[in-house]
């Protein structure tokens, strides 16, 4: 945990009495005493700094001064065929680390439709892995997360109206006969929206309904891997071509 993430509401008079986890962290790992400064920010806000006022127990108060905007949001959009619960928990995490602006899950032929009706999508429980990815960042912007169950109304209904600003549609695919670099096409500068299935792959119907909105097929090479290691090895790739343009 790089940083100390607040709600507003935990907010009063620019103090903040902590008593869950993150005050676990200021004890125990950082070994934080009375005077210290760590850093903390405001879910979507600002970032800055905690004094610490008192360590009571189990609690930890700070007073709080925030100053300084995070990064912005990178360009990049996420659409992920739902996998497994207990995966989309991390691949949220990793992704809100790497830094991604919205994430639309989305339905699939080889997903699982029971994966729908997993407690995660149906309590609408994305907040704590975000948390944990943007802690692990030093960002404090929540991605925007919508779930689509249905694939066709999602890629002919809402996924033209999303594209308006985005030119680099980018389509994950074993089947690809090109690398990301070449279906970028040099340029990453603008925004990019990057769709990885399953880990059985999308079927030719949903590639083919792709390739009509725009999507260029692409392939990581021979190797199949699981979602949880596509989506940062991608999302890093688009990190490393945008510093090359």
Do not use: Y
Not at 210 to 222: D, I, M, N, V, Y
């Amino acid at each position: 945990m790089n940083l100390i993430l607040l709600h507003q509401q935990e907010l009063t008079d620019h103090h903040v009495t902590l008593t869950d986890r993150r005050a676990d962290h200021i004890r125990k790992i950082l070994r934080g005493t009375v005077g210290d400064s760590i850093r903390v920010g405001m879910v979507n806000g600002l970032l800055g700094a905690g004094c610490i006022r008192e360590i009571n127990g189990s609690s930890v108060v700070l007073q709080v001064n925030l100053t300084t905007e995070p990064p912005p949001f990178p360009p990049t959009d996420l659409i992920l065929a739902v996998p497994r619960p207990i995966m989309l928990k991390r691949v949220l995490a990793q992704a809100a680390s790497m830094g991604v602006n919205r994430i639309f899950l989305i339905n699939a032929n080889r997903v699982e439709k029971s994966f729908f009706n997993s407690t995660l999508i149906q309590n609408n429980g994305f907040t704590e892995p975000l948390l944990l990815g943007l802690e692990q960042a030093i960002d404090t912007r929540l991605p925007e997360i919508s779930v689509h169950s249905r694939f066709r109304p999602f890629v002919e209904d809402v996924l033209p109206e999303l594209l308006t600003d985005c030119p680099i549609r980018l389509l994950a695919h074993p089947e690809g006969d090109q690398t990301i670099a070449q279906a970028a096409r040099g340029l990453l500068a603008q925004h990019a929206v990057l769709a990885i299935g399953p880990e059985g792959g999308w079927v030719d119907f949903e590639v083919q309904h792709f390739k009509e909105q725009g999507f260029a097929p692409f392939s990581l090479g021979p190797r199949i891997l699981r979602v949880d290691t596509a989506v940062p090895a991608l999302m890093a790739q688009l990190s490393l071509l945008r510093q090359f343009t």
